[in-house]
T-cell receptor
Framework: AQKITQTQPGMFVQEKEAVTLDCTYD???????LFWYKQPSSGEMIFLIY??????QNATEGRYSLNFQKARKSANLVISASQLGDSAMYFC????????????FGTGTSLTVIP | DVKVTQSSRYLVKRTGEKVFLECVQD?????MFWYRQDPGLGLRLIYF???????EKGDIPEGYSVSREKKERFSLILESASTNQTSMYLC????????????FGPGTRLTVL
């Protein structure tokens, strides 16, 4: 069975500081993808970053990077130089090769950026 | 740009009513999904469809049904709405397999009184 765990219900970060949001996963698939989404208070889910299980380098997209540690089954999201607009819910998700149509989501982390 | 639209942003219904939530995507995606989102529970999959007229139950299908008569449209039906179905409903679509992400609609906040 696939499972995503986000253990931080809420996080606070000072503006311009970096923050790490934790995500661990469990899967028996050899090939899988890991995703992070942002959900502002407006409700829409915004795709941030993707990491494939066979990618050797950590994914980066602007101020977002994914700290992928395959042996530990962790895929933490790092946001550098936090901005007030980063305040939102953040969800980690996984898609396995054996369950190619289905995505599995964590329970989310609420990030608040303090001015 | 991928566009996923949902028929309503906010909906208020009464217990026992039949409720239709519609979702349309314009990217020719094979897969479409319906989730409900509740605080502290994340996104839970209700149903998904990987082709026209095909559907698969997700984690919480009880009390819901779906219809996919055309590739671009996926409807979620609450046959007899109950108060415990008050929630945010999110529709998403994706290509079948591969590294592609899901694309989400804006969500429908349903309140059942």
């Amino acid at each position: 069975a696939q499972k995503i765990t986000q253990t931080q219900p809420g996080m606070f970060v000072q503006e311009k500081e970096a923050v790490t949001l934790d995500c661990t996963y469990d899967t028996s698939d050899q090939s899988y993808g890991l995703f992070w989404y942002k959900q502002p208070s407006s409700g829409e889910m915004i795709f941030l970053i993707y990491q494939g299980s066979y990618d050797e380098q950590n994914a980066t997209e602007g101020r977002y990077s994914l700290n992928f540690q395959k042996a530990r089954k962790s895929a933490n999201l790092v946001i550098s130089a936090s901005q007030l607009g980063d305040s939102a819910m953040y969800f980690c998700a996984m898609r396995g090769s054996n369950t190619g149509n289905q995505f599995y989501f964590g329970t989310g982390t609420s990030l608040t950026v303090i001015p | 740009d991928v566009k996923v639209t949902q028929s309503s942003r906010y909906l208020v219904k009464r217990t026992g009513e039949k409720v239709f939530l519609e979702c349309v995507q314009d990217m020719d995606h094979e897969n479409m999904f319906w989730y409900r989102q509740d605080p502290g529970l994340g996104l839970r999959l209700i149903y998904f469809s990987y082709d026209v007229k095909m559907k698969e139950k997700g984690d919480i299908p009880e009390g819901y049904s779906v219809s996919r008569e055309k590739k671009e449209r996926f409807s979620l039906i609450l046959e007899s709405a109950s108060t415990n179905q008050t929630s945010m409903y999110l529709c998403a679509s994706s290509y079948r397999g591969g590294p592609d992400t899901q694309y989400f609609g804006p969500g429908t906040r349903l309140t059942v009184l």
